[in-house]
């Protein structure tokens, strides 16, 4: 995989995270991560590891079979299932899950297969996962607001009652403090199944990388535009593995977002560059040329825009023939969208009209058309 200017080191997640299983599958995962991201990936899979769940698959058996290629279909049921754990305690497994399909060998049908079911992980993440920066948590925040809130509203009412009634002011403030605490729990809650729902993205965005499927581009492009730099760091990187593979036929077939994703990642790139002089021209080239393949007229005015920041050189004439490339798209794309148009009105018109004879014959009796021969 491509890496950054940061220290780089070979991420093989070290060593087998149970040793009497044997399995090399973690060697296999020799991907020149940078280091700061292989550190991160180990914390991750080793303490997956470790909180796995005695009950449900043995992920050491399936680790075997998916590393060497003999895993059943109903051990690739049982990961992709496991993919979209519906309780907290599930989530050790599924992230186990998610790394393993990367390790796999697999069949081509499968890879595509694990590929769609990584990119809606990656996408939308557990569907019970509570969010740190969506409105979850903020609905959480105002929920426990509101219930410290209620009490203190109770507590004010009551306070007049005080001296009369000591014992029901007592449970009152008891059942306030009891809100706070539930609220606040609440809360920790939420931001710690945020953060493993954090995790098991990431570990998603990594094993897209590993499968080799370019349908991912798409999900990968989403999400290396995200805030969270761990993620964002690794989805570019998976992607950047893929590009590559893009051709021609792939056009059109990647999400509608694609393109105006790998077109902000463009601009982001070169706004870098241009701002803390990073060197970051082989990223820029491998967008470029992903354009070529699959860009669409959005894209012209992105490579122009980028195009002026670039001097004469390698960028400037690649970003140059992409232009033509696209044009030439693009003038396709408009006279397809002429012959769409033209057939639609001629389908706009009556019936009659397109059903008129030419000539105008004066009626025939049905005596006259049944006479005999002479």
């Known amino acids: ?63 075997k079979a998916f590393s060497n290629g003999s895993y059943s279909d109903a051990d690739l049921a049982e990961t992709l299932a496991a993919l979209q754990p519906h309780d907290p305690p599930s989530m050790a497994r599924a992230k186990v899950c998610a790394w393993m399909l990367g390790v796999s060998v697999m069949q081509p049908e499968d890879s595509n297969s694990a590929a769609l079911a990584l990119g809606e992980l990656l996408l939308r993440g557990p569907k019970f996962a509570l969010r740190a920066d969506g409105a979850g948590l903020r609905s959480t925040f105002f929920r426990a607001g509101l219930s410290a809130g209620a009490a ?35 809360v920790m809650l939420r931001l710690q199944y945020a953060g493993a729902a954090r995790e098991l993205r990431f570990v998603a965005a990594h094993a897209l990388g590993r499968l080799g499927s370019v349908t991912a581009i798409g999900d990968l492009s989403a999400a290396s535009l995200e805030p969270d730099s761990n993620l964002s760091a690794m989805a570019l990187i998976s992607m950047r593995v893929l590009l590559p593979r893009l051709t021609a036929d792939s056009y059109g077939r990647l999400g509608s977002q694609t393109v105006p994703n790998i077109c902000k990642l ?50 400037s004439d690649a970003a140059n023939r992409v232009l033509v490339v696209l044009r030439e798209r693009q003038r396709l794309e408009t006279e397809r969208e002429v012959l769409l148009r033209a057939a639609t009105d001629s389908y706009a018109t009556g019936s009659a009209d397109l ?14 058309l049944l006479r005999p021969m002479e």
């Open 266 to 315: 463009l601009a982001r790139s070169v706004a870098r560059a241009r701002g803390r002089q990073e060197n970051i021209h082989d990223l820029q080239l491998e967008l470029l040329l992903a354009l070529e393949q699959i860009g669409d007229s959005r894209a012209v005015g992105p490579i122009r825009q980028a195009a002026n920041h670039w001097p004469q050189g390698h960028l």
């Open 152 to 186: 203190v509203v109770v507590l004010a009412a009551v306070s007049v009652l005080v001296v009369e009634y000591p014992v029901l002011f007592s449970l009152i403030l008891g059942i306030g403090d009891f809100a706070v605490v539930v609220a606040c729990l609440l």
């Open 355 to 368: 059903l008129r004879a030419a000539i105008v014959q004066p009626e025939l009796r049905p005596e006259q």
């Open 1 to 63: 995989m491509h890496g950054s200017d940061e220290q780089k080191g070979q991420s093989s997640v070290g060593p087998d995270p149970n040793p009497h299983t044997g399995s090399k599958a973690l060697k296999a995962l020799a991907a020149d991560l940078p280091l700061k991201l292989d550190l991160y990936l180990r914390k991750i899979i080793y303490t997956a590891f470790k909180r796995c769940p005695s009950s449900g698959p043995d992920v050491n058996r399936m680790l």
